[in-house]
């Protein structure tokens, strides 16, 4: 994973609550057995419209996202997070992530930045009279600023660090090996097994 | 103090305690697998030349891409056909026990784990599937992962997590007849709202959910994400040690015992405390259904559609106003007079065997509604033959629905069985998002008791609705009018 501590780009404002996954990429993108590709599924069944915010100048090259609340809710699907960052987004801002979406943008570098809900707004009539708006986001402080704006956001700090430093979480949890050992030694012997009972 | 059922879980499961910002690791007992959210998580573990660690504590089945007609069939979408070749290639390198289409034990991920016994109380379960958190019904911790989390899982048997906060959702009183678990779960989150639960396990207790059937607990803690909590648990009890009793990975002599010993400790203590509680009478709940595209917009089926600018909070209004432009719907319309196009009764919500047996006891002796389709598709292999043997099939098949084979069929686009746009649907699903069951495609999320009673009208309905239209007294077309 690619370390984050600040980043500039066009705001994207996305008047939208509960932007669901099926909404961010539909199942039919989920086909793939690939990483990579998925900037075509991003908000599919709104891109086919030509007044949705990505189809017009100059948002289009955006890669700050700004959402209403319950950004990222329904299915896991990792894809989510991909479909935004093959298209170019490096930070999602809403007032409220739904969890699964949070935790997964923080393993693939995608910043999930919780502001106040006033702040969105604030952020949303910014981009909306000065199309184009250049947003900024530091990870170190903790801001999202753009204009004369300035704004605190939201994130933990294990998630801050990891992405900081561009960590990526299996080599750190594998630090630990000999206690994940130590565990399965201690297990209940009835716990189940899922290595096949000749079934009738 | 005392410690909540999901706290007890937690503890017996920490591998090891974070310290500072560091978040606990946590063992993981059950790893679910299926073809969508697998093959870059198998990818990952191939670049980096790791093995899965713990193959004896991993399953994988194929659900969401599978026709679930015409199965002897290679699959025709080539991409599908990929996902779940994909899946084959890395569960035998690997070393991983999958039930491919076809398979006995072949199903919806979240009704094979149950039914063969190898989720059980006190167990942490994931699956790259939000609605994992159906397994909470066994008083498991269970909840949805992303990818990169699958591939940890793999690679680990671990998780790192933060710990969550506890809400209770206490449902008092009984429930009246004709009033489904489908219904307590949709009227819990019209309450609470879609972002209500977030940050939650919720524990789902009190008298009303202590008398549901195992099938029941596994619907409500199914939705439980749809409330925006990752995981749903209710406490294991006799109705739980006798559904899994004998079950092929259930403990078996003195470990049944011993595990029947530990399981009935997972209880929350009287003097634990709750993060939140919130109470729902049972006794005041109907027949619920939603208007929206989100599944908190719901409402008793005796209610109208709502009229957005009676909403108050601005972000509500619009999506409000949003939702009735997509689902075509006017203000004040009645519920109970919008007319579906197709009804579908499956899904890991309400596809196991009570589900189906509840919908054909409406629909037996009655007939589908002229231009209605009904999709009648069981949650698995196992469940599709123990209806079989119980005669359901025929019942269903006699009445003009579709009997099919096993899988996630129209609850996602996923696969061959999807709205076409602008047709609307009565379905026992999760999830109503634009959408969700093909694109344009109109839900309305309903019990299994509405779906057949809605499949008969043609219009959103309860058995309560249905009076004397047995086939042979009248056809039952008419009621579409």
């Keep these: ?200 | 103090m005392g410690k909540t059922l999901a706290e007890k879980v937690w503890d017996q499961h920490v591998v090891r305690r974070g310290d500072g910002a560091e978040p606990d690791l946590l063992y993981i007992d059950l790893h679910l697998v299926h073809e969508v959210t697998s093959p870059q998580a198998f990818d990952g573990l191939r670049l980096a030349g790791r093995p899965v660690r713990r193959p004896d504590l991993t399953i994988a089945t194929e659900d969401h891409n599978v026709p679930t007609i015409g199965i002897d069939l290679p699959i025709a979408d080539p991409v599908s056909r990929t996902q779940v070749d994909t899946l084959r290639r890395n569960c035998a390198e690997f070393g991983v026990r999958l039930h491919p289409m076809g398979d006995v034990e072949q199903g919806i991920v979240h009704v094979v784990g149950p039914q063969l016994g190898l989720t059980q109380p006190g167990t942490t379960v994931v699956c790259g599937d939000s609605h994992t958190s159906t397994h909470g019904a066994f008083g498991a911790l269970a909840f949805g992962i992303g990818t990169s989390e699958v591939e940890h899982v793999m690679a680990t048997q671990t998780l790192p997590l933060r710990p969550f906060k506890t809400m209770a959702i206490t449902v008092t009183g009984e429930l009246r007849p004709g009033v489904t678990a489908k219904d307590v779960i949709l009227a819990v989150i019209a309450k609470i709202g879609t972002g209500g639960g977030q940050g939650y396990v919720l524990e789902y207790r009190g008298p009303a959910i202590e008398k549901l059937s195992m099938e029941a607990r596994m619907t409500v803690c199914n939705m439980s994400i749809e409330a925006g909590a990752r995981a749903g648990m209710i406490a294991p009890d006799e109705t739980t040690f006798e559904y899994l009793k004998g079950r092929p990975h259930a403990p078996q002599g003195a470990d049944w015992d011993a595990a029947v010993a530990s399981w009935r400790e997972l209880r929350t203590d009287d003097d634990a405390t709750f993060d939140a509680e919130v109470v729902v009478d049972a006794a005041s709940l109907t027949p619920f259904v939603t208007w929206g595209t989100n599944p908190g917009q719901g409402l008793p089926l005796s209610a109208t559609v709502p009229d957005p600018e009676l909403i108050a909070d601005e972000n509500e209004r619009v999506a409000a106003e949003k939702a009735l432009a997509y689902m075509d719907l006017a203000p004040g319309t009645p519920l109970r007079e919008i007319g579906v196009d197709t009804v579908f009764l499956g899904s890991c919500t309400n596809g196991r065997i009570e589900d189906l047996r509840a919908a054909a006891d409406v629909i037996r002796g009655r007939r589908v509604a002229e231009g209605v389709r009904m999709l009648v598709v069981p949650g698995s292999m196992r469940v599709r033959a123990q209806a079989e043997s119980e005669g359901l099939d025929a019942v269903f098949l006699a009445a003009g629905a579709e009997w099919r084979q096993a899988g996630c069929s129209m609850c996602l686009g996923m696969n061959p069985d999807q709205l076409a746009p602008g047709e609307r649907s009565a379905s026992t699903s999760n999830r109503n998002f634009e959408g969700r069951q093909g694109k344009g495609g109109r839900t309305h999320l309903v019990s299994p008791l509405v779906a057949a009673a809605t499949a008969v009208r043609g219009t959103l309905s309860s058995p309560e609705d249905l009076s004397d239209d047995l086939v042979g007294a009248a056809t039952s077309g008419d009621d579409r009018n």
């Excluded at chain 1, 501590?5 to 086909?31: C, F, M």
């Excluded at chain 1, 209403?68 to 991909?82: K, L, N």
């Design chain 1, 1 to 200: 994973m690619e370390p984050f501590t600040t980043h500039t780009g066009v705001g994207v404002p996305l008047r939208r609550s509960n932007v669901d996954t099926d909404q961010i990429i539909p199942a039919v993108y989920l086909k793939r057995v690939t990483r990579t590709g998925f900037e075509d599924g991003l908000f599919a069944a709104w891109r086919s419209d030509e007044h949705f915010v990505l189809n017009r100048e100059p948002y289009r090259a955006g890669s700050v996202l700004v959402a209403g609340p319950d950004f990222g809710t329904g299915s896991s699907r990792e894809h989510a997070v991909w479909a935004l960052s093959d298209y170019g987004f490096r930070v999602v801002v809403s007032a409220r992530f739904a969890d699964i979406f949070r935790g997964n943008a923080g393993k693939q570098g995608l910043v999930a930045a919780e502001c106040e809900q006033s702040d969105v707004e604030q952020l949303w009539k910014l981009l909306e009279t000065e199309p184009g708006t250049q947003v900024t986001v530091d990870l170190v402080e903790k801001t999202v600023s753009a204009k004369d704006f300035t704004a605190r956001f939201f994130v933990d700090d294990y998630t801050r660090w990891r992405l900081l430093e561009g960590l990526d979480d299996i080599s750190l949890t594998l630090r630990h090996e000999a206690d994940i050992d130590a565990f399965e030694q201690a297990r209940p012997n009835w716990k189940p097994v899922t290595t096949p009972i000749a079934t009738p």
